[in-house]
């Protein structure tokens, strides 16, 4: 059975770009594959963090992705610390690394102009712990979202470079990207992301969500009821194509072309799909929130599990690069 691996940054909510970007499509693929889901927490102290906050936000969102239905039977969900052989394997391949490679990563230099008091070594070689994440389990495939497309070609390459100097250990892994791989923020300009406080929680109360669908920007050439619109321009109409049946869909199409649709009742459509399948989630992860032992007690085992994966491959390294082992 051929591996998968993607992980996660414990940033506090997860919102709906990384539910149908990301973590859903994870759901899908483990009816298919040897699965790992990872809950990166040495990725988020990259930019500066509430260290007070780190604890809870990194239990949270282990506790959303299971509520999700990435639970223990189907897969194994872990805390990346709890598994240390990741920075170790990390370092040996920042040996491998060209830094012109790390300097040209978008995120790196969106995030060297965001954090500009902090532009830390951390931050640069963040690709090259998720490529360490990534090939410590030697897993084949990397399901993302298109944000995260350009680290995993980098692992890619590190995997070549490592392997032409000290021997074929890694595979070349594959990003796999689900049907909506970029979702836009409620200001429908950039990509929906916390940092950008322009998101929709997954576990937000139906109230607050409808306010923030409510008065999400659309088609913005459409000014009045009357105007037709273009859904290939709207971010609301991409959010449907993830939520929304083919037959709605198409209704929402046809109803914007021909202005026979208002933009509120595209959006009351959609509120209403996406409660659907939310609401159930909301209630898992709630209830799950009365019983974090039951998470902590999954982690745990996950991270047993990685644990040996980790070491194995560990050795395989170690003995590759000519160290002395005692
Ligand atoms: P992170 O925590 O930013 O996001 C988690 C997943 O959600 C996807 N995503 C989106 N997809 C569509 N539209 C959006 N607006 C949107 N926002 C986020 C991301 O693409 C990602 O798949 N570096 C990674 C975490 C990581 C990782 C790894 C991933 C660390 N090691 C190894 C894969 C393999 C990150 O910061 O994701």
């Known amino acids: 059975m051929k591996r998968i691996f993607s992980g996660i940054q414990p940033t506090g909510e997860i919102h709906l770009g990384n539910y149908v970007g990301a973590i859903r499509n994870w759901v899908e693929l483990t009816k298919e594959y040897d699965c790992i889901f990872c ?4 990725h988020a102290i990259t930019v500066d963090y509430p260290i007070e906050e780190l604890k ?10 299971i509520a999700c239905g990435l639970t223990p039977e189907k897969c194994r969900v872990f805390v990346q610390s709890h598994v240390p052989e990741h920075t170790e394997l990390a370092w040996i391949f920042n040996c491998v690394t060209p830094i012109g490679e790390l300097e040209r990563m978008t ?7 965001q954090h500009r008091a902090n532009i830390n070594m951390g931050l640069m070689g963040y690709p090259v712990l998720q490529a360490s994440d990534i090939l410590i389990y030697k897993a084949g495939f990397v399901p993302v979202g298109e944000d995260q497309v350009q680290h995993v070609e980098l692992s890619r390459e590190v995997a070549r470079k490592f392997n032409a100097r ?10 796999l990207l689900s049907i909506a791989p970029k979702i836009l923020g409620v200001d429908g300009a950039a990509k929906m992301s916390k940092t950008l406080n322009n998101y929709i929680g997954i576990l937000e109360d139906e109230k607050a969500m409808w306010e923030k669908l ?9 000014v009045r009821r009357a105007d037709p619109g273009n859904p290939e321009v709207c971010n609301i109409y991409t959010i449907h194509r993830a939520f929304s049946d083919n037959q709605v869909l198409l209704d929402v199409d046809k109803g914007c072309r021909t202005a026979g649709i208002g933009c509120i009742d595209c959006k009351k459509l959609l509120f209403k799909n996406l409660s659907e399948e939310l609401a159930p ?16 007690d999954v982690i745990q085992k996950s991270a047993c599990d990685c644990s040996a994966i980790a070491k194995e491959t560990m050795k395989e390294v170690r003995s590759a690069l000519g160290l002395l082992t005692i």
């Open 39 to 42: 809950v990166v927490d040495y």
């Open 56 to 65: 809870k936000r990194t239990v949270e969102t282990a506790l959303i992705l």
């Open 107 to 113: 995120q790196f230099k969106d995030k060297s102009k």
């Open 166 to 175: 000290f021997g074929e250990i890694f595979p070349e892994p594959k990003a």
């Open 214 to 222: 409510r008065t999400a920007v659309t088609d913005v050439n459409r």
């Open 281 to 296: 989630i909301r209630d898992r992860a709630f209830s799950l929130m009365k019983d974090t032992d039951y998470v902590i």
